[in-house]
């Protein structure tokens, strides 16, 4: 049993951290950290400066908490579409398909690209706390892409003298060149033909660089 706590005095919290925490997110990922003012912070989550230093402490700490959130989510995201039930270009295609969706999500300056790459890189030159967190990201992305290869491999979907983690790196170069083309404006169907670049780059050496999974 959980013993109910005493009700505190004053005023009741007026605010969804999460909703909070998801505009404020928004609002760097348009402007940049540098660009992006307490005040854009405060009219976009409608709280006032004591209360945002209150809920989530300061500018940098804001930002930090939105990069978490945005690597948190971008986690669950991967491993639903990494599957290991899927075939592993159908898994690789809908990890791909899942960025083009989110990098071309349209913010108040067209098209956002990543997050972390869009806002993470120029911060991470003179922070080194942010500039670890992003190659723990980078590395951890390398890791992942490399074991779903590796599984491919076992299962028969790669040749034996392989390098799932060569092929893991070319995967990842190729989602940023994703995240670097959508940030840069350009169309959906030129996002989908590096994805599908992608594709054909890492199944290269094996018989199955033609097996496209339905679309």
């Not at 998801?22 to 989550?45: E, P």
């Not at 075939?87 to 956002?112: D, H, V």
């Not at 972390?116 to 990201?137: F, H, K, M, Y």
Request: hydrophobic share 40%; aromatic share 6%; charged share 25%.
């Amino acid at each position: 049993m959980v013993q109910k706590s005493r009700a505190k005095r004053g005023r009741p919290r007026a605010y969804v951290p999460e909703d909070a925490l998801s505009r404020v997110m928004d609002v760097f990922w348009d402007n940049g950290f540098a660009a992006t003012s307490l005040d854009d912070l405060s009219a976009a989550t409608g709280m006032n400066r004591p209360s945002l230093y209150a809920a989530f402490g300061d500018k940098r700490a804001l930002y930090r908490k939105a990069l978490d959130a945005y690597r948190a989510l971008s986690r669950i995201q991967m491993k639903d579409a990494l599957a290991p039930e899927r075939p592993l270009r159908e898994a690789l295609a809908r990890f791909y398909e899942i960025a083009i969706s989110i990098y071309s999500s349209t913010g108040e300056k067209g098209a956002r690209g990543c997050f972390a790459i869009g806002t993470a890189l120029t911060e991470a030159t003179t922070d080194s706390e942010i500039r670890a967190e992003l190659a723990q990201s980078l590395h951890r992305l390398d890791e992942t892409l490399d074991a779903r290869i590796r599984l491919g491999q076992q299962r028969g979907e790669f040749d034996a003298d392989a390098n799932p983690a060569q092929l893991g790196q070319i995967a990842s170069a190729m989602l940023y060149l994703l995240a670097i083309q959508a940030r840069a404006g350009e169309t959906h169907k030129t996002l989908r033909s590096t994805m599908d670049a992608a594709l054909d780059t890492i199944f290269a050496s094996t018989n199955t660089s033609k097996r496209k999974p339905s679309r």
